[in-house]
T-cell receptor, first 117, second 112 residues
Framework: DAGVIQSPRHEVTEMGQEVTLRCKPISGHNSLFWYRQTMMRGLELLIY????????DSGMPEDRFSAKMPNASFSTLKIQPSEPRDSAVYFC???????????????FGPGTRLTVL | TQLLEQSPQFLSIQEGENLTVYCNSS?????LQWYRQEPGEGPVLLVTVVTGGEVKKLKRLTFQFGDARKDSSLHITAAQPGDTGLYLCAAIHYNQGGKLIFGQGTELSVKP
């Protein structure tokens, strides 16, 4: 069974360039999450969608970051313009969310390692 | 300030030793999860605890949820090199629709 698919796995870019990270969630899952992981800050939730609708984007660092989910099988996280401090591993995760407060397993993709020079 | 405090941050032990990792908070959670992450991969769920005082066992791993649902522990008996990895606790707030808050993680290294 295919898990969460992320692309690219590695991205090296120069400061000021636009970066687009892609995610395909597990088929049938209705919630999608974007996380960023760094040594200093650990794993941080950036934004999450439920049924393709953004529910909470309070973790998005600033206006340079944007995320979209045009359909149930695809999401993008875009950084424009990118800065060296954006260097991190970005994870996408999906789950089948039940009622509020229920414990739902999140399935993580392998991550995209982003380096901004 | 971290909502979830994990300790220790780093742990290096010999094969066969026992260890305990702690996850503490001043907040009450509806449930708490433990994940394990290996290098180059995403975290993988190990267990979810829901009831205060609950104890769950997964082979040599024992997970406990505090009575007040503010803290949790992970105990590994007779650690093996295959247990090496980053252990993350994550909590779900009430009425947050599955939104997880992660601790900083405990980096465990088990040497043969």
């Amino acid at each position: 069974d295919a898990g969460v698919i992320q692309s690219p796995r590695h991205e090296v870019t120069e400061m000021g360039q636009e970066v687009t990270l892609r995610c395909k969630p597990i088929s049938g899952h209705n919630s999608l999450f974007w996380y960023r992981q760094t040594m200093m800050r650990g794993l941080e939730l950036l934004i999450y969608f439920n049924n393709n609708v953004p529910i909470d984007d309070s973790g998005m660092p600033e206006d340079r970051f944007s995320a979209k989910m045009p359909n149930a099988s695809f999401s993008t996280l875009k950084i424009q313009p990118s800065e060296p401090r954006d260097s991190a591993v970005y994870f996408c995760a999906s789950s089948l969310a039940g009622t509020s407060g229920s414990s739902n397993e999140q399935f993580f993709g392998p991550g995209t390692r982003l380096t901004v020079l | 300030t971290q909502l979830l405090e994990q300790s220790p941050q780093f742990l290096s032990i010999q094969e066969g030793e026992n260890l305990t990792v702690y996850c503490n908070s001043s907040s009450v959670f509806s449930s708490l999860q433990w994940y394990r992450q290996e290098p180059g991969e995403g975290p993988v769920l190990l267990v979810t605890v829901v009831t205060g005082g609950e104890v769950k066992k997964l082979k040599r791993l024992t997970f406990q949820f505090g009575d007040a649902r503010k803290d949790s522990s992970l105990h590994i008996t007779a650690a093996q090199p295959g247990d090496t990895g980053l252990y993350l606790c994550a909590a779900i707030h009430y009425n947050q629709g599955g939104k997880l808050i992660f601790g900083q993680g405990t980096e465990l290294s088990v040497k043969p």
